[in-house]
Nanobody
Framework: QVQLVESGGDLVQAGVSLRLSCGVSGRTFSDYRMGWFRQVAGKEREFVAGITASGTIRYYADSVKGRFTISRDNAKNTVYLQMNSLKTEDTAVYYC???????????????????WGQGTQVTVSS
């Protein structure tokens, strides 16, 4: 069983930075592809960023490209989401997700991921 725990969500003002963390249990974290998604109440969960197992390939939703950076530390079983220049429209619950199956390079769909965290709230005020 793989467990994911997000942290770092907060209430911040527009323009500032925030870093989310996601700790992952499991002996083979370095084999997992990881992703961040977000969801606003009443809307579908949307893809934010993804990273391959080695960390060499990162990819982003157009809405966050150039502002957000996904990274991972395989020694610490942790994936991060650095969010800069936050906007009010970034307000959402942020979830990290793990894909333990092989394949799925560039996965952006919820169904492509196997395990999910409980989410952390990010609220950006104007």
């Amino acid at each position: 069983q793989v467990q994911l725990v997000e942290s770092g969500g907060d209430l911040v003002q527009a323009g500032v930075s925030l870093r989310l963390s996601c700790g992952v249990s499991g002996r083979t974290f370095s084999d997992y592809r990881m992703g961040w998604f977000r969801q606003v109440a009443g809307k579908e969960r949307e893809f934010v960023a993804g990273i391959t197992a080695s960390g060499t390939i990162r990819y982003y939703a157009d809405s966050v490209k150039g502002r957000f950076t996904i990274s991972r530390d395989n020694a610490k079983n942790t994936v991060y989401l650095q969010m800069n220049s936050l906007k009010t429209e970034d307000t959402a619950v942020y979830y990290c997700a793990a894909r333990v199956r092989t394949g799925g390079l560039g996965s952006r769909n919820q169904a492509d991921f196997d395990y999910w965290g409980q989410g952390t709230q990010v609220t950006v005020s104007s």
